[in-house]
């Protein structure tokens, strides 16, 4: 089996590291079936759940290893075939109903902002420097990034990203919605944040996220729909009902505006 992604769990935590450190996490053929399978596993587990993404080494990911692609002859339907098989590990996760944190440390270059994207939360390193240069040799982008990038920051900043050489430190990566805080120590922070989630209503942190994410790829009435559906099944659990009877029962403790404490 490949190292080149690990997957551990720590109960209902799993983690996913990307584990190339020579070549900055760029992902070649052996790496991108690996995502694949992790990805989809992970998606797949209904026990998992919360899950940390991070990445071994100085840089988080420098998007594909143009590098070997170039060295290994590879032609446009094969790194085509490629990026379909990414994009299945992206898929499933941004699709899944469990909440994903990133913890992100040096470059994050090219497709690899696609695959930091898949966190709904991200925790930067202040030394971290995010950019594109799709464009610098010649490439379009890919790996969710023509989607993901511009959901985040917006459309003029996302096309600022891929049309100039661009390169955002940590701090107005921030202030751009890029990512989400910036901390010295992304790793215990990004652990933190998924142990809270796990302490808390797990199954209506993924599903909120599961919402959101799919309320930019369909009609809002579907959204409405879903919504609806989902606060439905949501009311009738066991957790929904011992927090909603405990919230109710300190609601009903508590001094009316017009009455004195």
């Known amino acids: 089996m490949s190292d080149t992604v690990l997957l551990s769990r720590e109960g209902a935590l799993a983690r996913i590291t990307l584990n190339r450190p020579a070549s900055l996490n760029a992902v070649d053929a052996e790496m991108a079936e690996r995502w694949r399978q992790v990805a ?21 990911c420098a998007g594909g290893d143009v590098v070997s692609m170039s060295t290994s002859g590879l032609g446009g339907r094969e790194v085509t075939e490629m990026a379909g098989v990414i994009n299945d590990g992206i898929t499933a996760l941004t699709a899944s109903a469990v909440p994903i944190v990133a913890a992100v440390q040096g470059a994050v270059a090219g497709g690899g902002l696609g695959i930091m994207l898949v966190a709904d939360y991200v925790v930067s390193s202040p030394s971290a420097v995010f950019v594109s240069k799709y464009a610098n040799i010649g490439l379009t982008p890919d790996l969710g990034v023509s989607t993901l990038l511009p959901a985040a920051v917006g459309q003029r900043r996302a096309l600022q990203l891929l049309l100039h050489d661009t390169s955002l430190d940590a701090e107005t990566a921030r202030d751009w919605g890029l990512v989400t805080e910036v901390d010295p120590d992304p790793a215990a922070r990004a652990n933190a944040i998924a142990a809270s989630w796990l302490a808390g209503a797990t199954a209506a942190f993924g599903q909120a996220k599961r919402l959101v994410r799919a309320g930019g790829q369909r009609p809002f009435a579907d959204s409405l729909e879903d919504e609806a559906r989902t606060i439905g099944a949501r009311f009738d659990t066991d957790e929904a009902r011992v927090r909603i009877d405990a919230f109710a029962a300190a609601s009903t403790r508590r001094p009316r505006p017009e009455e004195k404490p």
């Open 40 to 60: 989809t596993e992970v998606a797949a587990d209904e026990t998992i759940g919360a899950v940390v993404l991070d990445a071994a080494g100085r840089a988080f």
